[in-house]
């Protein structure tokens, strides 16, 4: 479990290919090391990885062909910089929200403004999540616990401040840049809940506006 608060900006060191996975070497820069072992999570990007090697300033995990179809990990590259978060312990601050690690999507940046103090960006999730986006609700971006504070559609907008756009790979999001989205585990409980009975009748990707409505859960 992770909280959403980066606690450095890595650096892919090496990509290895395995055949269907490939074994992924993070250098880590400013993460301090010293109580990770083999076995423990690591949020990269967003995406719970398992440490499988580890030294002072780095650490390796494997990513499966499941995980490289359902993230950005596709698109990564050796020299690539990506967003660090250790699991959480029960004695730290929950700054952020819940975060699994367990990525719902891959979104696209559709623009990046400067407004002197800020940085407005609008994003574009895939259709099946937009249900899950509220405003003024939460979301993880590339692992980073963020506000939203607009929806059109399947499209959101978030305000980034100076600090984040410096210590997470933010700040260098452009027009077209893809990005790891985890919805608010919360939400998608609710839907769950919701369905009642009935849950035991669809399948979570079957679940719809319309089956809502004919169910009646929508008035």
Not at 92 to 102: D, K
Not at 111 to 138: C, F, M, N, Q
Request: one cysteine or more.
């Amino acid at each position: 479990m992770f909280t959403g608060i980066i606690e450095a900006k890595g650096t892919i060191k090496r990509l290895f290919n395995n055949g269907s996975d490939i074994r992924l070497v993070v250098n880590t820069n400013t993460l301090d090391m010293s109580d990770v072992k083999l076995g423990d999570s690591i949020a990269t990007n967003g995406v719970c990885l398992t440490v499988v090697d580890v030294g002072a300033d780095y650490y390796a995990a494997d990513v499966s062909e499941e995980t490289i179809k359902h993230t950005g990990f596709a698109h990564y590259r050796t020299g690539s910089s990506v967003n660090l978060e250790k699991a959480m312990r029960p004695d730290t601050r929950f700054g952020g929200h819940i975060v699994s690690g367990h990525v719902d999507g891959v979104g696209e940046v559709v623009s990046v403004t400067d407004h002197s103090r800020y940085v407005e960006i609008w994003v574009k999730a895939p259709d099946e999540l937009a249900k899950y986006i509220a405003h003024k609700g939460s979301i993880t971006v590339d692992g980073v616990s963020l506000t939203v504070n607009q929806v059109k559609g399947a499209a959101f907008m978030l305000w980034l401040i100076p600090h984040t756009l410096q210590e997470t790979t933010i700040g260098d999001y452009k027009a077209g840049t893809r990005v790891n989205l985890e919805v608010d585990l919360v939400a998608r409980y609710l839907e769950r809940l919701l369905l009642g009975e009935k849950a035991s009748e669809v399948a979570e990707s079957d679940i719809s506006l319309a089956f809502l409505a004919k169910h009646g859960y929508l008035k």
